[in-house]
């Protein structure tokens, strides 16, 4: 199974690095972030394709859904899954409905909220290499 490519986007450098570290120890070796959606965006142009992209629900100059449809324009393969700070459920159909993959709230407890994603990014990982 090819290792996948990770790209993490969030304003916040703990939030960011924190995603990072968690996401090497977990074996998820091909990393790349991003302080912003443009800068992500930008790379994504100069054709990095990412199998997952990571991201702040607001990454920036963009708003999650303009950020969204933007990645799926140039990449349109790639899995998007918003890790966010709050808990909307309406906000979570609304981007599942426009192509997101998942919307995970990041929690008080930054511990939980990275453990269920780095369970997600496993299965959707093993999901993508049985297709």
Do not use: W
């Given at each position: 199974?090819?290792t996948p490519?990770?790209?993490v986007v969030?304003?916040?450098?703990i ?6 570290y ?8 091909n ?6 959606g443009?800068?992500c ?6 054709n ?9 629900l607001?990454p920036g100059?963009?708003s999650?859904?303009?950020f969204?449809?933007?990645v799926?324009k ?15 459920p309406?906000t ?15 929690s ?5 909220g990275?453990?269920e ?6 299965y ?5 290499a049985m297709?």
């Amino acid at each position: 199974m090819k290792t996948p490519v990770v790209v993490v986007v969030d304003r916040n450098t703990i939030h960011r690095n924190l995603i990072n570290y968690n996401l090497v120890l977990n074996n998820f070796l091909n990393v790349y972030t991003f302080l912003s959606g443009e800068e992500c965006l930008y790379r994504l142009k100069k054709n990095l394709v990412p199998d997952f992209i990571i991201s702040d629900l607001n990454p920036g100059d963009h708003s999650g859904f303009e950020f969204l449809e933007q990645v799926r324009k140039i990449t349109p393969g790639t899995r998007v899954i918003f890790f966010a700070a709050f808990n909307d459920p309406e906000t979570a159909i609304q981007l599942h409905n426009a192509g997101a993959t998942d919307y995970i709230p990041k929690s008080n407890k930054p511990d939980i909220g990275i453990s269920e994603l780095i369970k997600n990014l496993r299965y959707l990982s093993r999901e993508k290499a049985m297709s």
